[in-house]
């Protein structure tokens, strides 16, 4: 397996009456060398969407395993997405 580390990710969220920052922290698995080269070249249209979808889900509910698994399987769709263009 190849990794390649992301950039953090920072958001602001409203969480019971107070503004919030959540940063994420990922790195991306792959298996060959042309989907690393894809990732680079795309990085910004990935850190967007990935800002997009954490804009998207409800702060309280990333705090809980089932939240965080939902995130990491919409982020795998989204990052897919943008690298298959």
Known sequence: PLY???PAL???ANYQGRLRYLQVKLSIMTRDEE??????VNT???QD???MLLNE????KLE???GKEDFR???LVRVQERVSK
């Open 64 to 66: 809980t395993p089932g």
């Open 73 to 75: 399987e919409r982020s």
């Open 57 to 60: 889900c409800p702060f309280e």
């Open 44 to 46: 910004p249209l990935i």
């Open 49 to 51: 969407a990935l800002i």
């Open 10 to 12: 920072i958001v602001s």
């Open 35 to 40: 989907t690393l080269d894809k990732l680079d």
């Open 4 to 6: 390649r580390a992301m």
